[in-house]
């Protein structure tokens, strides 16, 4: 694991950096995106790239991490309406070529793998981390060998979502996630993880044992994966 401790403001344009080489290799390329509060600057970088020309996502394919199972992109806690709001709407890709993982038609989520794979694999992998050790919403438990998959919630990471809900009996019980499989089957990944909230899982993740207790651990194993880190988040290293 490579590790970058910086302020968040470096983090979004070191991390938009790793886009804009990869794309001017690969400009067709299959990137992972994830949701949450973690990766909105870096969005806002991208965007802002975008609109100056620095960075083209027109033939680019997309992959989520995770959906609520039960909301619709519509609604406005959908992972899909996130995605729609904060990214894809303020670039220059086609909607149709952006993926997020059915959470209404859970069929079509078991195809998720598949289309992965159809479309050669995803490239670059963004992350975030939960306190609980979490990728996508692979709780502490997961097995390693996991694909895309339907999970019931934990009722921590509800509590910790219902922020965005009106209340938390609002918040799903289950969600659609990409296993841990399919996210270590990326060729690239990034993690970001920001704020003294994550100091202690990301010190489990990096320096602990490999273990299903903390999915993120995983990614010991994972031949190319940066952590992006501001000084909170990395306070216990
Ligand atoms: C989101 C996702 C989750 C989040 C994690 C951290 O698509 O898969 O694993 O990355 O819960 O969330 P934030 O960034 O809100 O702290």
Redesign the pocket.
């Known amino acids: 694991m490579k590790i970058i401790i910086d302020t968040e403001e470096n983090i979004a344009k070191k991390a938009a950096q790793q886009y804009i080489d990869l794309l001017s290799k690969k400009p067709d390329a299959v990137l992972g995106y994830?949701?949450?509060?973690?990766?909105l600057g870096l969005y806002a970088e991208l965007a802002a790239l975008c609109d100056a020309g620095k960075i083209s996502f027109k033939d680019v394919t997309t992959f989520?991490?995770?959906e609520y199972v039960g909301l619709d992109g519509t609604h406005d806690q959908s992972?899909r309406y996130f995605m729609n709001t904060n990214l894809f709407e303020k670039i220059d890709i086609p909607i149709e070529k952006t993926h997020v993982p059915s959470g209404l038609d859970l069929d079509i989520a078991a195809e998720y793998d598949k289309d992965i794979e159809k479309a050669g694999g995803i490239d670059l992998q963004l992350?975030?981390?939960?306190v609980d050790g979490?990728?996508?919403?692979n709780e502490p438990g997961t097995p390693l060998d996991s694909i895309t998959h339907v999970v019931d919630l934990l009722e921590n990471t509800r509590e910790v979502n219902a922020r965005f809900f009106a209340s938390i009996d609002d918040v799903p019980t289950q969600a659609v996630t990409m296993g841990v499989k399919t996210v270590m089957n990326a060729r690239d990944i990034i993690l970001i993880a920001l704020g003294k909230s994550k100091a202690e899982i990301v010190e489990r993740m990096i320096n602990g044992p490999i273990t299903t207790d903390v999915p993120a651990s995983v990614l010991q194993l994972h031949p190319s994966v940066t952590v992006y880190l501001d000084s909170d988040a990395a306070a216990l290293l």
């Open positions: 994830a949701t949450g509060s973690t990766p989520n991490l995770d992972y992350l975030g981390i939960g979490h990728i996508g919403f």
